[in-house]
Each structure stands twice: as C-alpha cells, then as structure tokens.
C-alpha cells in the first residue's frame, strides 16, 4: 500500500515535470539539445571572456558555457533555465562533477541584464528574434552578445566564424 503509494507520486511528478518541459520547449526557447563540448570552447574563446566579466547564458540548459567561462576564464557566470527538468540537470551536474557558475530556473525576460559583458545564447531564430529588442533596451554599449548556430533578428553581426566539422557557425554582435 505504501509502496504503491509512493510509486503513484514518482510518476505523477515525473508526469508533472515533463509535461510542462514540454510547454516551455513549445513556447519557450526551444528544445534542451546540448552543445558539443567542443563547440562550447570555442564559443567561450570567441566571446574572449576576461577575468571578473558578467556573462550570462540564456537558455543555460546543463549549464555547460557557465561552468567553463567560470572555470576556465574566470567570469562571473549566470545561466538562466525555465525548464525545471533541465534545470534539475544542471543542478545534478553542478554537485556531482562540482560545476561552477550559477544556474537559476527562471524566464531571463524577468532579469535586468545591464551589467552583462558577455550574453551567450542557443536558441532559435524566432525565438532570438524575440530577444533583440530586450537586448536593444538593456545591454550596455560594448556588450558582446555570441550566438551560437543561429543569427539574431534583423541584427548583423561584428564576426561570424564559419561553420567547421560538427561545429555550427558562431555569430558574434557588439552593442
């Protein structure tokens, strides 16, 4: 009896939490697909993070950019997920291999954003779209904003490093 009981909340939760991943990945950003390690490095050196820069991930998905511009580049890093099943990802990942940086389960639409150096971001082009203006209003001049895969709207960007092996093209903007 209480062993069925607690097998009926593991699934009802697990219910609960995919279902609405499943909302957020139609109405949000969209789908949690990991960047290759590969491609996050270079990424990371193509933002040319320097140490203490704000960077921020949106769309932080296992938090992979946070944790190496952490690490490796010594930025203050905070990525933004809204799916909790993703997001509980990240947090697993940040305690079982001790990942730095800060992962917080939030719309980054929420978050004032002006003291950012560094945005990094994968996320759809219609979705990037959506972005720019928040990005028009708050970024300061002098902040790098570096798209991985897809362009972001009407925007042209400072640099774009062409696509290489299973690495999608980096597009790189300035404010």
Known sequence: MIFSTILLLIVVTITILLT????ITIFGGGPFVPTPMTAVHKVLKAAKIKKGDTMYDIG?????????????YGAKATGFEMDPFVFFLAKLRQWIFKWKGKIIR???QRHNLSDADIII??????TLAKFQKKFDQELKKGTKIVSYA???GTWIPKETI???NKISKIFIYEK
Do not use: L, Q, T, W
């Not at 609405?20 to 909302?23: G, R, T």
């Not at 932080?60 to 490796?72: C, P, Q, Y």
């Not at 971001?121 to 219609?126: D, L, S």
């Open 150 to 152: 897809f362009s972001i």
């Open 162 to 164: 062409p696509k290489e």
């Open 20 to 23: 609405i991943s499943f909302y």
């Open 106 to 108: 939030s719309n980054f």
């Open 121 to 126: 971001c994968y996320m759809m082009p219609k």
């Open 60 to 72: 932080a998905g296992d938090g992979r950019f946070v944790h190496f511009a952490e690490k490796k």
